[in-house]
């Protein structure tokens, strides 16, 4: 009964190559977020989606493209993996805009080799 | 724009001993304050939140944070460390107005020492 989670939790792959993230949440919420936690630990915003409208687009490149289905779904698939695209990607869900108390999926570790 | 800083990037104190993490933020508008703590390679779990209401916020695990407006601060505390508090601490801003996103301080690691 996780309230939010993502697959895989780890994913290694080579320089160039398209991979995709999963997330679902159960928590019956309005509001999904993609943020990218560096090697330093450093935590940002790279999406939000409300009701499966997009809402933020924090400055990340074209590569990265978001998707939901549905409010209880956003995919991150990412195209022609870089070097720099290794970091710990994390879902997140809140109630609504207005309540931006987030939950947090477990984490995606993507290593690029 | 909204930013947080969170003095100290590691923090070490003995068990039993008080706990006390720094978080000062710059907010243009009325800021939603929040703590979360990250236990290794786990996702991030919400500490405690401070959403306009009351300035003194109980949270889990006996954590507790005072929000001061004059200070621009929003520090943690808990009286007693207990060795499973041994994490990553993240101090976050939001806020009602405009986009609603999260912006986190670097992260302050505590460490327990027996």
């Known amino acids: 009964d996780t309230a939010v989670s993502q697959t895989p939790k780890y994913l290694v792959t080579q320089m160039g190559n398209d991979k995709s993230i999963k997330c679902e949440q159960n928590?019956?919420?309005?509001?999904m977020y993609w943020y990218k936690q560096d090697s330093k630990k450093f935590l940002k915003i790279m999406f939000s989606?409300?009701?499966?409208?997009?809402?933020i687009n924090e400055t990340v490149p074209n590569r990265f493209s978001p998707k939901s289905p549905d409010k209880a779904h956003l995919n991150l698939h990412i195209n022609s993996l870089e070097l720099g695209d290794s970091a710990v990607y994390f879902c997140?869900?809140?109630?609504?805009?207005?309540?931006?108390?987030?939950?947090f999926g477990q984490g995606t570790r993507l290593t690029v080799v | 724009a909204q930013s947080v800083t969170q003095l100290g990037s590691h923090v070490s104190v003995s068990e039993g001993a008080l706990v006390l993490l720094r978080c000062n933020y710059s907010?243009?508008?009325?800021?939603?304050l929040f703590w979360y703590v990250q236990y290794p390679n786990q996702g991030l779990q919400l500490l405690l939140k401070y959403t306009s209401a009351a300035t003194l916020v109980k949270g889990i695990n006996g954590f507790e944070a005072e929000f001061k407006k004059s200070e621009t601060s929003f520090h943690l505390t808990k009286p007693s460390a207990h060795m499973s508090d041994a994490a990553e601490y993240f101090c976050a801003v939001s806020s009602i107005q405009g986009a609603q996103k999260l912006v986190f301080g670097q992260g302050t690691r505590l460490t327990i020492n027996p």
């Open positions: 907010s243009s508008v009325p800021p939603y």
């Open positions: 989606y409300n009701n499966k409208e997009l809402i």
């Open positions: 997140a869900s809140s109630q609504d805009l207005s309540r931006p108390e987030a939950f």
């Open positions: 928590l019956g919420h309005d509001t």
